[in-house]
Nanobody, 119 residues
Framework: QVQLVESGGGLVQPGGSLRLSCAAS????????MGWYRQAPGKQRELVAT???????NYTDSVKGRFTISRDNTKNTVYLQMNSLKPEDTAVYYC?????????????WGQGTQVTVSS
């Protein structure tokens, strides 16, 4: 069974840091774009950052300069380093990836991990 499993969420004070990880597992022949999205209570899910298979990155304006997305292709894992966290970063963070699997190239979502920024 192919799946994305996130870890690293939690409670942090404003100005603090967290590192999210997302590992793809199962029968996977290749991984294309990977990304992180978030959804705050009462709001729509929004893009946070993406990274291509070649390492090109893209960020939403509100996290530029504070968050860094990276990937380790040997571990089928994408990371999100979040620094200088603000209360408005509080949300459930979801991993997303385009995976080349037995059935073809499919888009997958992780189960989500809660990030709470509060004093």
């Amino acid at each position: 069974q192919v799946q994305l499993v996130e870890s690293g969420g939690g409670l942090v004070q404003p100005g603090g840091s967290l590192r999210l990880s997302c590992a793809a597992s199962g029968i996977i022949f290749g991984i294309y774009a990977m990304g992180w999205y978030r959804q705050a209570p009462g709001k729509q899910r929004e893009l946070v950052a993406t990274i291509t298979s070649g390492g090109s990155t893209n960020y939403t304006d509100s996290v530029k300069g504070r968050f860094t997305i990276s990937r380790d292709n040997t571990k089928n894992t994408v990371y999100l380093q979040m620094n200088s966290l603000k209360p408005e970063d509080t949300a459930v963070y979801y991993c997303n990836a385009d995976l080349w699997v037995v059935a073809g190239t499919l888009n997958y979502w992780g189960q989500g991990t809660q990030v709470t920024v509060s004093s």
